[in-house]
């Protein structure tokens, strides 16, 4: 089974930056997608990106131009570099996977808060 643990979440004013960091581990030759999520409260899990095994991005609209992600294969690393934050983008936000042969995003982070505030 994989094992996400991510960081980077902080308190961050509109127009800032941060970078998130979901480190793999364990069955991590099975992943075939890696995505950030974000849940707000009092709002459903939402996709925020993803990005394949061979480098296919997907991005949910209220984020592209802003966010970016990424992946280091050697760290078993992926990142969601978060610029122009708004203050609607203040969420847990969380890293998934999708093995292959899954139709879903079946293993998940603990989560990392980022708030985004003035």
């Known amino acids: 089974q994989v094992r996400l643990v991510e960081s980077g979440g902080g308190l961050v004013q509109p127009g800032g930056s941060l970078r998130l960091s979901c480190v793999a581990s364990g069955s991590i030759r099975t992943i075939y997608v890696m995505g950030w999520f974000r849940q707000a409260p009092g709002k459903q899990r939402g996709l925020v990106a993803t990005i394949t095994n061979d480098g296919n991005r997907n991005y949910a609209d209220s984020v592209k131009g802003r966010f970016t992600i990424s992946r280091d294969n050697a760290k078993n690393t992926v990142y969601l570099q978060m610029n122009s934050l708004k203050p609607e983008d203040s969420a847990v936000y969380y890293c998934?996977?999708?093995?292959?042969?899954?139709?879903?995003?079946?293993?998940w982070g603990q989560g990392t808060q980022v708030t985004v505030s003035s």
């Open positions: 998934g996977v999708k093995n292959y042969g899954w139709g879903e995003f079946g293993s």
